[in-house]
């Protein structure tokens, strides 16, 4: 039986996991990242959002540790445009009342092509994010000439990971790498353990930016999703089910 190994954390992939069970199926909990607050004491005062401010989301993450000291901006201040970088992003800031626009590509690159960021229109843009993470995104608008406060809610963090549950060679997998950090880190992981063999199995990457990362790091087998969201990674999964992709 082919095992899918995910490495999102803990109820994220937990989540995931009761999902795919219902389907039949099997899967294994790796996360190879958690994600954390940051501390009072460690979280700047959150960006003032003027009119026709441009918010962008980076992360569901994002929405879970930055909404709330923002929300009150978002909804009584007029003319705010309101970006989430994913589809899963969107979902959150729906449900807490955010109608929020979505690029056509799900990453920095997607987000500078929106209309809503042309160099003669936008002034102000507030990036809420993790710690670190690529700069691409924040560098261009300022060379476009906007005002840009990177708002950084949340940080990532790199647990110590058993490897056991991947010690049996001889069971088909189907990894998950749903970021480039992720997908660099799971690689570090495998390397470092000897397990190279395991760069023969598919991994499921949100991208086409982390499908050439994954290429270039050994992967034998990438298969790129529509986007970082469960439902991208379940579709994508069904992809390789039924491509036969996972021997």
Not at 51 to 57: D, I
Not at 97 to 122: C, K, N, T, W
Request: aromatic content about 4%; hydrophobic content about 45%; overall charge negative.
């Amino acid at each position: 039986m082919t095992t899918v190994v995910l490495t999102r954390p803990q109820s994220d992939s937990e989540r995931l996991a009761v999902a795919l069970k219902a389907d039949g199926i099997h899967t294994v909990i790796l996360p190879v990242m958690a994600i954390s607050a940051l501390s009072d004491g460690e979280l700047a005062a959150p960006p003032t959002l003027d009119q026709h401010a441009v918010c962008v989301f980076i992360s569901a993450n994002a929405v879970r540790f930055g909404l709330s000291a923002l929300l009150p901006r978002l909804t009584e201040v007029p003319g705010i445009v309101t970006i989430a970088v994913g589809a899963k992003t969107r979902q959150c800031l729906a449900e807490q009342g955010i109608d929020a626009v979505m690029p056509d590509r799900p990453d920095s690159e997607g987000v500078l092509a929106m209309a809503e960021l042309d160099a003669s229109q936008v002034r102000e843009v507030v990036i809420v994010k993790g710690e670190g993470g690529r700069e691409l995104l924040a560098n261009e608008l300022r060379q476009r000439g906007a005002q840009v406060t990177e708002w950084s809610c949340y940080r990532r963090c790199w647990p110590d990971v058993d490897l056991t549950p991947l010690a049996d060679s001889n069971t088909p997998r189907v990894f998950q790498a749903s970021s480039g950090e992720v997908l660099t880190r799971l690689s570090e992981l495998l390397a470092g353990e000897h397990s190279g063999d395991l760069f023969q199995s598919t991994v499921i990457v949100p991208s086409e930016r982390v499908a050439a990362m994954a290429s270039n790091l050994g992967w034998q087998r990438v298969i790129c999703a529509q986007d970082a969201s469960d439902h991208g990674f379940a579709d994508a999964l069904r992809q390789v089910f039924r491509a036969g992709l996972t021997g």
